[in-house]
T-cell receptor, first 113, second 110 residues
Framework: QKEVEQDPGPLSVPEGAIVSLNCTYSNSAFQYFMWYRQYSRKGPELLMY????GNKEDGRFTAQVDKSSKYISLFIRDSQPSDSATYLCAMSAMNTGFQKLVFGTGTRLLVSP | SQTIHQWPATLVQPVGSPLSLECTVE??????LYWYRQAAGRGLQLLFY??????ISSEVPQNLSASRPQDRQFILSSKKLLLSDSGFYLC?????????FGQGTRLTVV
């Protein structure tokens, strides 16, 4: 079993839809949870991060962490064609000094006009 | 604010040639630095990380090496490239558990 599982997609939605992207994990020691957006041929861009549990909102983006279920989510409201990209979740734990960052394989999102 | 520079953006090299990719970070001191490789359709693979000048940890034994000659400079090298070294190479830095990436170098070995 992989430490972090993420559906590769592609996930196709119409413009304006609410998008839900998810990852599950098995290591209960993870404390930092990150979401990256990666456009084709570009480096991953940090969208949001959460330390420990709870929700965090930034504009159209909301990140949620449910440590009891070992489940994290990224919601995108009013999705735009410019949101079309691959979204990577990533996690790290203090017992590795946060050196080991475990990534999901990424979900490809396609938002059609 | 902190910025990370990575160059070149693309590189085509013949098999057996040497490689040197450079990464520099601005606006911070004593960052942790990382080199990743991302193969097409696959996840990010950590190659090397460094917590200080001259301190390099290798995650995957292979045809590559890394050096950190200055606090904010990280270099990925190879003496002789293999076809299997082709990929998208990313430099990253962190001060806490958060990692920030450069724009990457797409290396094609022919």
């Amino acid at each position: 079993q992989k430490e972090v599982e993420q559906d590769p997609g592609p996930l196709s939605v119409p413009e304006g839809a609410i998008v839900s992207l998810n990852c599950t994990y098995s290591n209960s020691a993870f404390q930092y949870f990150m979401w990256y957006r990666q456009y084709s041929r570009k480096g991953p861009e940090l969208l949001m991060y959460t330390y420990s549990s709870g929700n965090k909102e930034d504009g159209r983006f909301t990140a949620q962490v449910d440590k009891s279920s070992k489940y994290i989510s990224l919601f995108i409201r009013d999705s735009q064609p410019s949101d079309s990209a691959t979204y990577l979740c990533a996690m790290s734990a203090m017992n590795t000094g946060f050196q080991k960052l475990v990534f999901g394989t990424g979900t490809r999102l396609l938002v059609s006009p | 604010s902190q910025t990370i520079h990575q160059w070149p953006a693309t590189l085509v090299q013949p098999v057996g040639s040497p490689l040197s990719l450079e990464c520099t970070v601005e606006g911070t001191s004593n960052p942790n630095l990382y080199w990743y490789r991302q193969a097409a359709g696959r996840g990010l693979q950590l190659l090397f990380y460094s917590v200080g000048i001259g301190q390099i940890s290798s995650e995957v034994p292979q045809n590559l090496s890394a050096s950190r000659p200055q606090d904010r400079q990280f270099i990925l090298s190879s003496k002789k490239l293999l076809l299997s070294d082709s990929g998208f190479y990313l430099c990253a830095w962190s001060l806490t558990g958060i990692r920030l990436f450069g724009q990457g170098t797409r290396l094609t070995v022919v």
